[in-house]
């Protein structure tokens, strides 16, 4: 049966997915995916904080779990079923929250000429920062006052994401839903 699992998921990769040059941004996945990705950049097309989200985002991909790889050569937001299967709007809010997590890390490592501790670009205090992009992104685009509320209460307290350091760190992220 391992076999068969690797087997399917490199024809899925290699014959399924797809990749798409978007507003700028590589996109790989699925075509329903791409389609949604399409949209949610749409939405965010005219907003001013676009400039920046494609400046901290170079690949947006499909995956079984949204997080951000802003280590990466080319920062890549790999993004879950959940989130991108949501409204444009909410999608739209996940990319820029994403892209700021990103933008916190190139900060950090500019700043510190090396790669910079987690605590730079995830954890709490960064998942404020990155709440308080997006709330802002999404009022912007016109979210309704029980969006913006519901993040504004993750803000208070944004836990949700686990751990981000380490083993733990890694465990926390294999264990997300979204």
Same mark, same amino acid.
């Not at 290699?14 to 990749?19: A, G, I, L, P, Q």
């Not at 519901?150 to 083993?167: A, C, D, S």
């Given at each position: 049966m391992p076999f068969l699992a690797a087997l399917t998921t490199f024809f899925c990769r290699?014959?399924?997915?797809?990749?798409q040059t978007i507003d700028g941004i590589e996109v790989r996945g699925r075509a329903e995916f791409i389609r949604a990705t399409r949209e949610a950049l749409e939405v +965010? !097309?005219?907003? =001013? &904080?676009?400039?920046? =989200? &494609?400046? /901290?985002?170079?690949i947006i991909k499909q995956g079984r779990r949204s997080g951000m790889h802003a280590n990466a050569r080319r920062p890549t937001f790999v993004v879950g079923k959940r989130t991108w299967s949501h409204s444009p709007l909410w999608y739209a809010g996940a =990319?820029?929250?994403d892209a700021y997590h990103s933008k916190l890390y190139h900060d950090a490592k500019a700043a510190a000429g090396r790669t910079p501790a987690a605590d730079?670009?995830?954890g709490k205090e960064a998942e404020r920062q990155c709440l308080a992009f997006q709330i802002e992104t999404v009022k912007a685009l016109g979210a309704e006052p029980r969006t913006v509320a /519901? +993040? !504004?209460? +993750?803000? $208070?307290?944004?836990?949700? &994401?686990?751990?981000? $350091?380490? +083993?733990r760190g890694c465990w926390a992220y294999f264990l997300r839903r979204w």
């Open positions: 290699n014959f399924f997915y797809t990749s +965010l !097309e005219n907003n =001013i &904080q676009f400039p920046d =989200i &494609q400046r /901290y985002v170079s =990319i820029a929250h730079c670009w995830t /519901y +993040l !504004e209460e +993750l803000r $208070k307290n944004p836990t949700y &994401q686990g751990h981000n $350091k380490g +083993l």
